[in-house]
């Protein structure tokens, strides 16, 4: 039985990484956005039925700052 190639897994973790970036830039840039600090939640998306697609801004509403603190309303 032959164990794990140890150099062969690093050629092949580093090309994995590389172009999982690559691939992230791809998409940053074909959203129009140009640093990752300007993704938020109405960038991503998720489906929830086989038909229905939302946001997670959708999903999961921005609260205020401070709300949770005041004693504020949390939206549902």
């Known amino acids: 039985m032959k164990g794990l190639g140890v150099e062969d897994k690093t050629v092949r973790v580093a090309n994995y990484h590389r172009n999982t970036v690559e691939s992230f830039v791809e998409l940053i840039g074909a959203g129009g956005i140009d640093h990752p600090d300007q993704i938020n939640r109405t960038h991503v998306y998720r489906r929830v039925f086989m ?26």
């Not at 997670?56 to 949390?74: H, Q, R």
């Open 51 to 76: 038909n229905l697609v939302k946001t997670y801004e959708e999903i999961y509403p921005t609260i205020p700052d401070g709300c949770l603190l005041d004693g504020g309303d949390v939206p549902l």
